[in-house]
């Protein structure tokens, strides 16, 4: 039952270091979400993608980028961490039906000094 | 943009109180709505999900109920208990599996 896995858990970069944070999921999935959440700000969406292969921007996506190289894995990288970008990192994921029940894994905090 | 609006922003109860979350949103056209529980550090929760066909859905203590003509969704708590204490989120989700996020409710359950 392990669901969403977000890895890793806590990262500190240095500004301009980059960085890949790794989604799997084990639910056969066909969508996938990257959002961050920040005080005050709620969610917002980074990136997400419809299936294999797919990737597409959602409301946050400056500064990022994504893969989805395999049905169950969505990786989102940093390729020049900002200290704007520390924040707290959540994947998810929910099925083509459209009950569209969302799952989340347990979140990735990055602090970039 | 759809516009997702919890209120209130937070609760202070104390134990054994029965109490109402409420979650408001602009479009009808939903699909579906689903209620999240956020513990400090920690993922969400899926709580419940109601279908656009469903007026409500119950889970032990929960109950959350659906009205898409008024645009709101309630989430009522009963017999509330310190373990409750948590941030607690609405998603509203339309066509092709979009969610928008309220920003939450922070309950604290005070023994």
């Known amino acids: 039952n392990a669901g969403v896995t977000q890895t890793p858990k806590f990262r500190v970069l240095k500004t301009g270091q980059s960085m890949t944070l790794l989604c799997a999921q084990d639910?056969?999935?066909?969508?996938m979400y990257w959002y961050r959440q920040d005080p005050g700000m709620g969610l917002r969406l980074i990136h997400y993608s419809v299936g294999e292969g797919t990737t597409a921007k959602g409301e946050v996506p400056d500064g990022y980028n994504v893969s989805r190289l395999k049905k169950q894995n969505f990786l989102l990288g940093l390729e020049s961490a900002a200290p704007s970008q520390t924040s707290v990192y959540f994947c998810?994921?929910?099925?083509?039906?459209?009950?569209?029940?969302?799952?989340f894994g347990e979140g990735s905090r990055l602090t970039v000094l | 943009k759809q516009e997702v609006t919890q209120i209130p922003a937070a609760l202070s109860v104390p134990e054994g109180e029965n109490l109402v979350l409420n979650c408001s949103f602009t479009?009808?056209?939903?699909?579906?709505l689903q209620w999240f529980r956020q513990d400090p550090g920690k993922g969400l929760t899926s709580l419940l999900l109601i279908q656009s066909s469903q007026r409500e859905q119950t889970s032990g203590r929960l109950n959350a109920s659906l009205d898409k003509s008024s645009g709101r969704s309630t989430l009522y708590i009963a017999a509330s208990q310190p373990g409750d204490s948590a941030t607690y989120l609405c998603?509203?989700?339309?066509?092709?599996?979009?969610?928008?996020f309220g920003s939450g409710t922070k309950l604290n359950v005070k023994p």
């Open positions: 998810a994921s929910s099925s083509t039906e459209n009950t569209g029940e969302l799952f």
């Open positions: 639910m056969n999935h066909e969508y």
């Open positions: 479009d009808s056209a939903i699909y579906n």
């Open positions: 998603a509203v989700i339309y066509n092709f599996n979009k969610f928008y």
